[in-house]
């Protein structure tokens, strides 16, 4: 399959976050702000894409020919957690305002199952080790997008008179529904 195709898809056509609707508590939680959205978009995107690269030999070169395939769910967790735990260090290290203004949703990228469905769909897709690497690399960016929007939508709309039952969480999940359509326009240009 052609690498242009997959990354185009896991932007628009087949969004990580806004077609398969996974990653949805921290794309709800972090989206306040555009910086912070930034932040945990570039964590997310580091982390996929990684992951993904790790993920793709221990599965392939580990557990199929030792036929132990069912541990696969485990091991993608573990591979996960450690470079999820490696970015929290980092960022507590050399970022310390970002690692404060994500507080707990960076460790929450472990069970972020975005990331985990990306590595899911790698194997149940069987590509080859560049297009994992593409695909977990264009679904990080996806998901990224999705929260920069969604962020800058929910910033304008703190001046918009909002009913007191939809403010919170009801006018975010009714925005990510519409912004869930509008990608839903680029469907059929091309799929993966």
Known sequence: MNLFVIFFATLFTHNIALTYFL???PFIS?????KTALGMGLAVVFVMTVTAAINWPIYYKILVPLEVEFLYYVLFI??????VQFVEMVT???LPVLQVTLGVFLPL???????LGVSLF??????????SVVFAFGSGVGWTI???AMSGIRSKLLFADIPEALKGPGITMIIASI???AFMGFAGMVGI
């Open 146 to 148: 999705a929260i920069i």
């Open 78 to 83: 573990i591979t996960i957690a450690a470079l």
């Open 30 to 34: 972090v989206s306040r702000s555009i």
């Open 179 to 181: 912004m869930a359509l």
């Open 122 to 131: 790698m194997v149940l897709r069987k590509y080859s080790y560049l297009e």
């Open 23 to 25: 990653g949805m508590c």
């Open 109 to 115: 990228i472990t069970v972020n199952c975005a990331i």
């Open 92 to 94: 507590e290290r050399f």
